[in-house]
T-cell receptor, first 116, second 114 residues
Framework: GAVVSQHPSRVICKSGTSVKIECRSL??????MFWYRQFPKQSLMLMAT?????????EQGVEKDKFLINHASLTLSTLTVTSAHPEDSSFYIC????????????FGPGTRLLVL | QQQVKQSPQSLIVQKGGIPIINCAYE??????FPWYQQFPGKGPALLIA?????SEKKEGRFTISFNKSAKQFSLHIMDSQPGDSATYFC?????????????FGQGTRLTINP
């Protein structure tokens, strides 16, 4: 199998606070993890690519100081939304591949973030 | 050039019918084409994937048809069931900076009526 979990599944926070979302590969080692954002009734947009032990690579238009990504181990990547604002409210989804450069991405169940 | 265009945006089919969802791409460097199924409030789940050296691939009730010269590919769902009602995304990927990055189509909201 290839199971990816996320925690929390949903979170509500006040504007200006920071929120951390965890992404874990439960039954495999994930050299590479990806973070996506999905607004209601829209497609998935890649935010960043995360490799274990190195800095994340952010897509154009994604603020790296606002969306902090840490990939500290082969089974865990975290996304921290700093100083969250209502426009950051979205569905955040991570995915992982079983090896470096592997094609198949296994997705987590997503985290619903609501910023009040 | 990095876009993947998907159609239709929504589709309603009677149970047992064969919904067909189409995607087109421009970037000839794409070398992997997966389809994902997503239910509301859930993450996408991989259904089936194809590489450009193959024109068709079947897995269960799902079939991908791939036309490399036209840069188009499509998903067919045989004997569709109400439980297939979901949003379907095509995607394409190529290796960028050592990672296979996915570009998603816009999605198709499929409804299968009983």
């Amino acid at each position: 199998g290839a199971v990816v979990s996320q925690h929390p599944s949903r979170v509500i926070c006040k504007s200006g606070t920071s929120v951390k979302i965890e992404c874990r590969s439960l039954d495999f080692q994930a050299t590479t993890m990806f973070w996506y954002r999905q607004f209601p009734k829209q497609s998935l947009m890649l935010m960043a690519t995360s490799n274990e032990g190195s800095k994340a690579t952010y897509e154009q238009g994604v603020e790296k100081d606002k969306f902090l990504i840490n990939h500290a181990s082969l089974t865990l990547s975290t996304l921290t939304v700093t100083s969250a604002h209502p426009e950051d409210s979205s569905f955040y989804i991570c995915s992982a591949t079983k090896g470096s450069g592997q094609e198949t991405q296994y997705f987590g169940p997503g985290t619903r973030l609501l910023v009040l | 050039q990095q876009q993947v265009k998907q159609s239709p945006q929504s589709l309603i089919v009677q149970k047992g019918g064969i919904p067909i969802i189409n995607c087109a791409y421009e970037n000839t460097a794409f070398d992997y084409f997966p389809w994902y199924q997503q239910f509301p409030g859930k993450g996408p789940a991989l259904l089936i994937a194809i590489r450009p050296d193959v024109s068709e691939k079947k897995e269960g009730r799902f079939t991908i048809s791939f036309n490399k010269s036209a840069k188009q590919f499509s998903l067919h769902i045989m004997d569709s069931q109400p439980g297939d009602s979901a949003t379907y995304f095509c995607a394409a990927s190529t290796r960028i900076q050592g990672a296979q990055k996915l570009v998603f189509g816009q999605g198709t909201r499929l409804t299968i009526n009983p």
